[in-house]
């Protein structure tokens, strides 16, 4: 099964209201990094993760990696939020270098 | 300070044929990531250098994917020969590793979309 399963699988947000992103673990996860792909196809990284919380502008993310979890909260969405999230994960025995990607959630800001 | 650097964004090659990709990571990096990305796949990981010693060569990729890290700032992906299921999106992603186990915040390249006829 999935290794890295995130929800939900494509979101449409009002400009201006909030929302959250998840990803589920079944593997032991050590870190946690969150990456948007914008309509052009360039992946930019919006945050590297050990356990605890992050918060840059109306992004906020934490991870849990006793309960195996990751969050992505939106807050105030733009226009220029639209695009495809991306968690990734690395875990204790996997191979180094090794990150495991989610299927991404296809989020979508309408005016 | 400059990013991760992808050359050509595009290419469109003869099934046979054999393409070369270009990477240049991020100044400093000690980790370089090559994947590619399809839409019924997702991204997948084909070859991973700790400071230019290749440490993942992509199980699957191996037989006619082959990656080199000829210095520290400089990376090819060679296809040889294609075939139009190679058609995807190449990624290139460097991080500086903070030693140990891990490796570190990943940049991506903007990336070279291939397309084989």
């Known amino acids: 099964g999935d290794k890295v399963k995130q929800s939900p699988s494509a979101l449409s947000l009002q400009e201006g209201t909030n929302s959250a992103l998840r990803c589920n673990f079944s593997i032991a996860a050590t870190t946690v990094q969150w990456f948007l792909q914008n309509p052009r196809g360039s992946l930019i990284n919006l945050f590297y993760?050990?356990?605890g919380t992050k918060e840059n502008g109306r992004l906020k993310s934490a991870f849990d990696s006793k309960e195996s979890y990751s969050t992505l909260h939106i807050r105030d969405a733009q226009l220029e939020d639209s695009g495809t999230y991306f968690c990734?994960?690395?875990?204790?025995?996997?191979?180094?270098?090794?990150?495991?990607f989610g299927a991404g959630t296809q989020l979508i800001v309408i005016p | 300070d400059a990013g991760v650097t992808q050359t050509p964004r595009h290419e469109v090659a003869e099934k046979g044929q054999t393409i070369i990709l270009k990477c240049e990571p991020v100044?400093?990096?000690?980790?370089l990531f090559w994947y590619r990305q399809t839409k019924i796949q997702g991204l997948e990981l084909l070859s991973y250098?700790?400071?230019?010693?290749?440490?993942?060569d992509g199980g699957a990729f191996k037989d006619r994917f082959k990656a080199e890290m000829l210095n520290s700032s400089f990376s090819t992906l060679k296809i040889q020969p294609t075939e139009p299921k190679d058609s995807a999106v190449y990624l290139c992603?460097?991080?500086?590793?903070?030693?140990?186990?891990?490796?570190?915040?990943?940049?991506f390249g903007e990336g070279s979309k291939l397309t084989v006829l």
């Open positions: 100044s400093g990096h000690n980790d």
């Open positions: 990734a994960a690395e875990a204790r025995g996997s191979a180094l270098g090794r990150l495991h």
């Open positions: 993760l050990v356990p």
């Open positions: 250098f700790r400071s230019k010693s290749l440490m993942e």
């Open positions: 992603a460097s991080s500086l590793s903070w030693g140990g186990a891990g490796t570190g915040q990943l940049y």
